[in-house]
């Protein structure tokens, strides 16, 4: 007990201490829970009379969530809060945890004895989710490189430490060159086209620096009103310039990613072939949906076909556009979101500015409550714990009165935040006797903050990206799987994980919904219908632009992963012209290093994973049309009745069985791409 009050991250009670952590804190508590774990991996390796889920599985996940749920509060803190001491206190100790992870999954014994129980009666007698992660230990044992000889064993974890340095270095290079750049404006002249509140917010950061006239950040909702509102086209250039250019050899050589991606790359192929995969993108799709990686190649390829038309009409359009009424004859790379801007408030009679006065971030969130509430029959309740940033909320998601998940709402961009929007899990459902553990989210995006005194207002995109995040968020929190590995979004295919988010993201196209999220921050009125109206002609516009770019990310990725010789002459940079000249319409300055932080597959997981974005979108247009068929029946697209059944056949059946068969007892039939191209306009006329 003394340990636990003294060390805030030994304290498994409740909720986490982010009031009391303090760097200090982070290598006493991840030693002495590697301790812990060690001996009681020691002790589960002894021989046994026989091996069951009470003697085997569960001491060894009681004693290894206490670590990944102690790492997870450190990690959170430093993708939020990041400090020098803090960051120092994560590297230190990242290799130790890495470490344990990989000597756990290479554990011979522990291999020995999960085979023991599969081959075992009591197998038999286990639930459908004990079964299928007695299943994945099966096949992350093989991953993990159990089977290997000794010497091979050792290579391995020398590469799954190296990787998870690379991957840190690399995150924390985009994050140092991101809070480094500072653009000073002091002509307010040359802020012409720039909305108010981005004027202001950049004032306001001018003032916190003690400098006249207006700052502007690499962090999004800093620049990017520059891209889209600016007439000054130096100033979108320069803007454009710094951002994609971040961590490469344009900037500081202790921030430049060029290198790392070249070991990461080795590092997985090298990975891959001691496994005996000829590519990583082999092992990545190993626990995915998807069937190889030229199944992959083949989606996005097709993809990429149907979406090829419309793009090049909308590339069209716009640069006719752009010559004859902004007289630019070129249409660069930092023109693009600005000639958008303009052509969308010129064919559609609204610009985004004016639609975002709609979105006050109560009224928003508020929406997105009701929407949960009415599809899921749950109460969304404000409540309270200790937090890491004052703008920091915290909620209960309660069912006939009873507690069934908490998540904290971490919406503003600020200095020492990691750039995006994520969900990940504080804690997950698990029942342990008649003890239920409840699941805690964060759920964490990157906004504007308020300013002058008024609500923070959204821009109708980060509206989408609020409830894309949400979406996570149920999946982890409305699941009924009381089992760890398979509870919430554990177990769940990383091709499968986008399908909740992207299914969340359709209900803010819907009048049902918005005329209750929205409320104009100055006067009070909600969304006037014809400018709804207005908004969903403009829902596709340049649809076929946004696919072929995930698409070219995605092929980008899955080439890496895939074909691209890491030991050849070809550089990364030349991978990614080449996927850009097969399906690309609009190609970047050769100054653009995109690749430079595309922390997605360097830092965050989706590395041959990318295209699960688009994979995951088919499914989740095609789960919607359930409710868009409800909704055609009853009048309302928020139908309890279609909503229970997503909860019971998704949503809370966390990673127990696959996915397709999820969505295959949600649809009643396999997935269709048909609903994906429909609503993203791009069917044939």
């Not at 290079?173 to 404006?185: E, G, I, P």
């Not at 520059?226 to 344009?250: F, H, K, M, P």
């Not at 691209?564 to 550089?571: F, H, L, M, Q, R």
């Not at 009853?634 to 127990?656: A, C, K, P, W, Y």
Request: glycine residues 6%; hydrophobic residues 40%.
């Amino acid at each position: 007990m003394n340990a636990m009050s003294a060390n805030p991250l030994l304290d498994f009670s409740d909720l986490p201490r982010f009031d009391a952590v303090r760097p200090e804190h982070v290598a006493p508590a991840i030693d002495a829970l590697l301790a812990e774990n060690r001996a009681v991996v020691s002790r589960l390796e002894a021989p046994m009379a026989s091996v069951g889920w009470d003697n085997f599985v569960e001491p060894l996940e009681d004693s290894t969530e206490r670590l990944a749920r102690a790492w997870g509060v450190v990690g959170h803190l430093n993708a939020v809060m990041d400090t020098p001491e803090l960051r120092a206190a994560y590297n230190e100790n990242q290799p130790k945890v890495t470490e344990f992870w990989t000597e756990l999954g290479q554990n011979l014994n522990l291999f020995q004895k999960y085979k023991a129980l599969h081959g075992s009666p009591e197998f038999g007698t286990l639930t459908p989710a004990r079964k299928k992660i007695v299943e994945n230990a099966l096949r992350d044992f093989r991953l993990g490189g159990a089977d290997l000889p000794d010497d091979k064993k050792r290579r391995f974890a020398e590469i799954q430490e190296r990787q998870a340095a690379l991957s840190t270095r690399f995150s924390e290079n985009v994050l140092d060159a991101t809070n480094d750049y500072k653009l000073h404006v002091t002509n307010e002249a040359d802020l012409a086209g720039l909305p108010e509140d981005a004027k202001q917010a950049a004032r306001s950061l001018a003032e916190k620096e003690g400098k006249q006239g207006y700052l502007f950040t690499l962090h999004f909702p800093s620049y990017f009103p520059i891209l889209q509102y600016a007439d000054n086209r130096g100033l979108r250039e320069t803007i454009y310039r710094a951002n994609v250019t971040r961590a490469s050899e344009a900037g500081k050589p202790e921030w430049d990613n060029t290198q790392n991606i070249v070991e990461i790359l080795k590092l997985r192929d090298e990975e891959a072939h001691l496994l005996g995969f000829k590519n990583f993108a082999e092992v990545s799709l190993v626990s995915k949906m998807a069937e190889s990686p030229e199944h992959v190649i083949g989606f996005l390829e097709d993809m990429a076909r149907r979406a090829r038309p419309f793009a090049e009409k909308d590339l069209g359009e716009l640069r006719a556009f752009a010559r004859a009424e902004l007289g630019l004859d070129t249409l660069e790379s930092w023109d693009v979101a600005y000639a958008s801007e303009k052509l969308r408030e010129q064919r559609y009679a609204f610009s985004e500015q004016e639609l975002k006065q709609y979105f006050p971030e109560p009224k928003v969130v508020e929406g997105l409550f009701r929407v949960i509430q009415s599809l899921f029959s749950v109460q969304i309740r404000p409540d309270s714990a200790p937090v890491w940033h004052q703008d920091v909320k915290f909620f209960r998601i309660e069912k006939d009165s009873e507690l069934i998940g908490q998540f904290y709402l971490d919406l503003y961009a600020r200095s020492g935040k990691r750039g995006g929007a994520w969900m990940d899990d504080a804690r997950t459902r698990r029942r342990r006797g008649a003890a239920l553990q409840t699941p805690v989210a964060y759920l964490t995006c990157n906004f504007s903050a308020p300013v002058g005194g008024k609500p923070a207002v959204f821009t109708h995109d980060e509206v989408i990206t609020l409830f894309h995040e949400f979406g996570h968020g149920l999946h982890h929190m409305l699941t009924r799987i009381e089992d760890l590995g398979v509870s919430g979004i554990a177990g769940v295919e990383w091709d499968a994980v986008e399908l909740p988010s992207q299914f969340m993201e359709n209900f803010c196209w819907e009048w049902d919904v918005l005329q209750h999220m929205t409320s104009h921050v100055d006067t009070g009125a909600s969304l006037p219908r014809p400018l709804f109206d207005k908004m969903i002609a403009a829902k596709n516009f340049q649809a076929g632009l946004q696919t072929l770019r995930q698409v070219e990310f995605a092929l980008f990725d899955m080439r890496l992963h895939h074909d691209y010789d890491v030991n050849g002459a070809k550089t990364v940079q030349q991978v990614l012209d080449e996927v850009r000249g097969a399906v690309a319409v609009l190609v970047p300055p050769s100054f653009n290093r995109f690749q430079n932080s595309f922390s997605h597959i360097f830092a965050g997981g989706y590395s041959a994973g990318y295209y699960s974005y688009k994979w995951a979108e088919v499914l989740s247009a095609d789960a919607y049309g359930a409710f868009e068929e409800a909704g055609a029946a009853e009048g309302n697209v928020l139908s309890s009745q279609t909503g229970r059944r997503f909860l019971d056949e998704i949503l809370s059946m966390g990673g127990s069985r696959p996915a397709l068969e999820s969505f295959k007892a949600f649809r009643g039939r396999e997935p269709s791409i048909d609903a994906l191209l429909r609503h993203n306009g791009m069917v044939a006329a």
